[in-house]
């Protein structure tokens, strides 16, 4: 974040002299409205105070930085949101919550303060690493969120100790329409974007696992058949306004004539796990969203004979909004983990999932009970 001198506020603004320069062959500058200028209500130093407020999450905190008092404080952060007409952060019982519209307007506003900070250092160059934005917003799928993402910002983080990194995870619908809406940078989701605003890098296939308790009846099996596996209560992700691309393959072999015993539906892979805690039944999850389990040795994975399940990650980011330097950094990291892991079959395009099914006669003999 930007850091300054300061008394009782924020001076960024260079001390100007008494006298002006002319304007005859300065370029752009008959092309400032000066009724425009007059109306403007909002000021740098307010701009410095929502950063720093931002940066805390808690009005004391950044008054206390900045050694302004609270209540001053409070009443800039009031005019600041009246002058650009929308809400900007809202108060929670641990502090300060920046809205979607605050963080486009932190992305606005940066910019505008590392202007006027060179500024005061004249022509004197920046490091490379203080050139980068302070403020990355990145979201993901939960598998994703898992592994993947948290290790590549904290590969970021050592680059930039002082960038301000941030981290979302929903469902693939949710986490396009934050990248549409500016209030995340990128994000990795399980299905090509829809809307032709935004870019879908494939990135990588995930694995889906079937997961057990370690006394499980289950879990002493070197190989499981398919049928003896979908006997058993499967906890999924799915359920009311949730598309989830498990129960869709599970769905394909109810078609085939299969019965699938589907336990109980959840909103993500915490409750999947949470469940195979209490002994419900075989989770169905990412392999990565439960990958320190099965290291620690709490889950176990279940080898199924005929059941191959996938699914392929892709970046997503926007079309007509230019990366920041630090993101278009964070994409070449998460291009570098495409690279060491692209290991695709040659499934069509538009087969993100598959079910490679070998049935034996007893299998089939389960299928027709």
Same mark, same amino acid.
């Given at each position: 974040m930007l850091h300054h001198e300061r008394r009782t506020e924020l001076d960024i603004l260079p001390n100007r002299g008494s006298g002006s320069l002319p304007a005859a062959g300065l370029r752009g500058v008959s092309d400032v409205d000066a009724d425009a200028m007059r109306q403007l209500g909002m000021t740098l130093n307010q701009f410095a105070l929502f950063v720093a407020v931002a940066k805390f999450s808690n009005v004391t905190k950044a008054s206390a930085e900045l050694r302004v008092s609270q209540p001053s404080v409070s009443q800039q952060l009031r005019q600041l949101e009246l002058s650009y007409g929308a809400k900007l952060y809202r108060r929670v019982s641990k502090g300060i919550e920046i809205t979607e519209a605050g963080q486009l307007f932190l992305r606005k506003i940066i910019p505008i303060l590392v202007q006027v900070a060179k500024l005061g250092n004249g022509h004197k160059s920046l490091p490379t690493k203080t050139r980068a934005p302070e403020i990355l917003t990145v979201g993901g799928i939960f598998s994703a969120s898992a592994v993947l993402l948290p290790s590549l910002l904290a590969r970021l983080q050592q680059r930039y100790p002082k960038a301000a990194l941030e981290f979302r995870?929903?469902?693939?619908?949710?986490?396009?329409?934050?990248?549409?809406?500016?209030?995340?940078?990128?994000?990795?989701?399980?299905?090509?974007?829809?809307?032709?605003?935004?870019?879908?890098?494939?990135?990588?296939?995930?694995?889906?696992?079937?997961?057990?308790?370690?006394?499980?009846?289950?879990?002493?099996?070197?190989?499981?058949?398919?049928?003896?596996?979908?006997?058993?209560?499967?906890?999924?992700?799915?359920?009311? *306004?949730?598309?989830?691309?498990?129960?869709? !393959?599970? /769905?394909?072999?109810?078609? $085939?004539? @299969?019965? %699938?015993? =589907? *336990?109980?539906?959840?909103?993500?892979?915490? !409750?999947? /796990?949470?469940?195979?805690? $209490?002994? @419900?039944? %075989?989770? =169905?999850?990412?392999?990565?969203?439960?990958?320190?389990?099965?290291?620690?040795?709490?889950?176990?994975?279940?080898? %199924?004979?005929?059941l191959d399940l996938e699914a392929k990650s892709f970046i997503v980011y926007p079309k007509k909004r230019p990366l920041s330097p630090l993101a278009q950094e964070f994409l070449e990291l998460l291009r570098d983990a495409r690279t060491k892991r692209r290991k695709f079959d040659s499934a069509p395009p538009d087969k993100r999932w598959s079910i490679r099914m070998r049935v034996d006669p007893l299998v089939e003999s389960r299928m027709a009970v």
């Amino acid at each position: 974040m930007l850091h300054h001198e300061r008394r009782t506020e924020l001076d960024i603004l260079p001390n100007r002299g008494s006298g002006s320069l002319p304007a005859a062959g300065l370029r752009g500058v008959s092309d400032v409205d000066a009724d425009a200028m007059r109306q403007l209500g909002m000021t740098l130093n307010q701009f410095a105070l929502f950063v720093a407020v931002a940066k805390f999450s808690n009005v004391t905190k950044a008054s206390a930085e900045l050694r302004v008092s609270q209540p001053s404080v409070s009443q800039q952060l009031r005019q600041l949101e009246l002058s650009y007409g929308a809400k900007l952060y809202r108060r929670v019982s641990k502090g300060i919550e920046i809205t979607e519209a605050g963080q486009l307007f932190l992305r606005k506003i940066i910019p505008i303060l590392v202007q006027v900070a060179k500024l005061g250092n004249g022509h004197k160059s920046l490091p490379t690493k203080t050139r980068a934005p302070e403020i990355l917003t990145v979201g993901g799928i939960f598998s994703a969120s898992a592994v993947l993402l948290p290790s590549l910002l904290a590969r970021l983080q050592q680059r930039y100790p002082k960038a301000a990194l941030e981290f979302r995870t929903g469902t693939s619908e949710h986490l396009e329409r934050l990248v549409r809406n500016s209030a995340v940078d990128m994000a990795v989701t399980d299905r090509e974007a829809p809307s032709e605003e935004l870019f879908s890098d494939l990135l990588r296939r995930e694995k889906v696992v079937a997961f057990v308790l370690p006394g499980h009846s289950l879990a002493r099996r070197k190989i499981v058949r398919l049928a003896d596996l979908i006997a058993e209560p499967l906890i999924i992700r799915g359920g009311k *306004g949730i598309s989830g691309r498990t129960e869709s !393959a599970l /769905k394909r072999l109810r078609d $085939q004539g @299969m019965e %699938v015993n =589907i *336990g109980m539906r959840c909103d993500g892979p915490a !409750a999947i /796990k949470a469940a195979v805690r $209490q002994k @419900m039944g %075989v989770g =169905i999850a990412f392999e990565d969203s439960v990958r320190a389990e099965i290291d620690s040795g709490e889950f176990k994975i279940l080898q %199924v004979r005929g059941l191959d399940l996938e699914a392929k990650s892709f970046i997503v980011y926007p079309k007509k909004r230019p990366l920041s330097p630090l993101a278009q950094e964070f994409l070449e990291l998460l291009r570098d983990a495409r690279t060491k892991r692209r290991k695709f079959d040659s499934a069509p395009p538009d087969k993100r999932w598959s079910i490679r099914m070998r049935v034996d006669p007893l299998v089939e003999s389960r299928m027709a009970v």
